[in-house]
Every structure is written in C-alpha cells, then in structure tokens.
C-alpha cells in the first residue's frame, strides 16, 4: 500500500508545484482522487481568492467520488475563509480515505482537519512523502510558524569572489542564460529586496521579465497570470525619488526608510518606517513586519555591505551565488563585506545542497550551519 500511496502522492506533489509562481501567501498544493487505481480528478491550488486544490479535483471526479481514495499534499481547510471550507466539501463527496503528506501549520487547522474526517468515518493516512510536500512551501512553514519568511540572498560572482570591478561596473557578471533564471527565482518568490544604492547603481526596476523565463515555465505560466513580488527598497538615506525608474514601473513597492518623506509617491507605494541599530536598520523587526503581510519567500539581491551583514548575522536560510569563470583579481569589489577573523572556526560555514551548470556559469546553492 505505502508504494501506491506513494506513486499518487508524487504525482500530487508535481501539480501542487504548478501554482508556484502564483498561490502566496497560500502555499502549493496538489490533490488526486483514485478509485479502483484510475485517477478520476485532479488538481491543484493556483492563486489566492481561487479554488483549493480539493475541489477541483472534485469537480473532476463528480459523483464518483464516492468511495475514492484522495492524496492531498497538505492537510484540507476547516473554516470558510475567502473560499469554503475543504474538509466539508470532501465529507460531503462521501470519500472513503485521505492520505495526506502533512499537516498544515496554520493553528486554525493544524490536525482539526484530520480530526473532523476521522470523526466522520474517513480513513486517514497521515506523512507519506512529507520532507517533499514541505520542500514545495518552505516559506509558508517558516512564516507560519516563526513569523518570517524564507530569505534567499542572491548573487553573482566571478571565480575568485568578486562582484564587481572596483569602479562599480558588474554588468554583466553572469551569462545571458544565468539571468535567465534569475528571472525564475524571482518570479517564484513573494517580495525581491534590495538597497537603494544597488538599484540606482543599476537602474533597477527589480520586475519579472516573462519574456525571459524560459519556454517550459511559459507554457505553465501564461503572461495573463504574471504576478510582480513586492519590491522592498531600503532607503536609509533617503536617495530614492519619485522620478527614479524603480518608482515610475508600476508595482506595489514597499520604501523602508527612518522617517517619512513628504514626496509625491504613486498610491502602490508605501513608506514603512523601521528603528535602526548602530546607524543600520534593524532587520530581524522589517522581517517580522513582512512576515504579518503574508510575504512567504523574500529574495535579497544587493552588494557587499547588505549581503555581509545577512551573513555575519545568520538571518539567511539560503545562499544562491552564480559563479561566473572569469578573474576580476585583487582590486575589485569582495562578495560579501564580514568582520576580520582570526579563527578558521568562527567563520560563517555553509554546506551545498544543490550545484547545477548553467551555461558557462554554475549556479550553487547553499545553506547556512547554524
């Protein structure tokens, strides 16, 4: 039974992954109804304010879902929300048994869910592939249960840890196919965050460019349904302006700055205002702040003084670093500014959890030993 369980439960788990750019704040999630091994509906949960994942396979299968088995890769709703309860709608379509990949986080359901089905006579099978099932939502887990969401930084560097030239100039680092995919990092993610000296250095709108995603995500992801992330400027200084190209590109745009500035801002723009530590923002409180705001996953790309101080203060969970072989040699811009140390044990330490070639370039990804 486990293998069976286990064949449906991955096919689940590769539609849930078909909202990936489109359900935040919800998470991914997939379901598929079987009866007599024949996959009679499936689904999967696409943008928020939309159909769940459950009744859309219920659509499917109609009444014969009577007697089914349903594979769901998290735990079904309990309460109407912006849509009707999940657990409901499958009781009602009298299913005999549910495997679930995991339970939801979200104290308003985690377990009640399973309980109420249990109740009504439903079998339950509960953790079948559910390191896979939380893989696809890390940053719905994370800010679910800790307040913050997961927090990418990303970069780009040549061979021997540079960033860029030492009169600023770093375009372009990465090849043409790297970018490409920064595009897709980005498109994944709820909110991009950067500094205002970095998108004024490049003339950044920090926008996802559809026509640069490849064809594969174009196919499952038609330009109608291009949602922007929230682009978070830290802005200190006060350097951004209205007439700034990141400002004039429409798009909700969060300013952190120390106090408000009485500019002529669009109505997608807002100032929050975030306490400073030692002439830095305090971080840890802006993360809780989007946190609230339902940001699921936040990607980072800024230069050296910003990706130093996430490091050095162990506030990433993960590290993306494109690794261009070019030499920029000793007078150029370091990856990342850290305090001197004098202990190899110190040192911030990481592990590889994925090195992938793209084009020219190797795209590394790393995790921080905390």
Known sequence: MYLIDKFYMLHAIKLAKLGIFTTTPNPNVGCVIVKNRKIIGQGCHFKTGESHAEINALKIAGENAKGSTVYLTLEPCNYFNLTPSCCNALI????????????????????????????????????????????????????????????????????????????????????????????????????????????????????????????????????????????????????????????????????????YTLENWPSYVEQIIIPEINGYFDLKYLFKILGKKGINNLLIEAGSILSGFLITYNLIDELIIYLTPKLFGNIALNLCNIKKFVNIIDVPNFYFTKIKKIGPDLKLILKPIK
């Open 92 to 259: 009602n379509a009298k299913i005999k048994r549910i495997v679930i990949a995991t339970k939801d986080p979200n104290p308003k359901i985690n377990g009640k869910s399973l309980e109420l089905l249990k109740l009504k006579g439903i079998k339950i099978t509960n953790n079948i592939l559910f390191k896979e099932a939380k893989s696809i939502n890390k940053g719905f887990f994370k800010r679910i249960n800790t307040g913050i969401p997961w927090i990418q930084l990303k970069l780009a560097s040549s061979l021997d840890g540079k960033i860029a030239l030492l009169n600023g100039n770093s375009k372009w680092i990465s090849s043409k196919i790297a970018r490409k995919d920064v595009q897709k990092l980005r498109a994944q993610n709820s909110a991009i965050l950067s500094t205002s000296k970095t998108v004024l250095q490049d003339n950044s709108t920090l926008l996802v460019n559809w026509n640069k995603l490849n064809y594969h995500i174009k196919k499952i992801y038609p330009k109608k349904f291009l949602r922007q992330p929230i682009r978070i400027i830290l802005d200190r200084l006060n350097k951004i302006k209205p007439s700034d190209n990141i400002i004039i590109n429409p798009g909700k745009i969060f300013l952190i700055k120390s106090k």
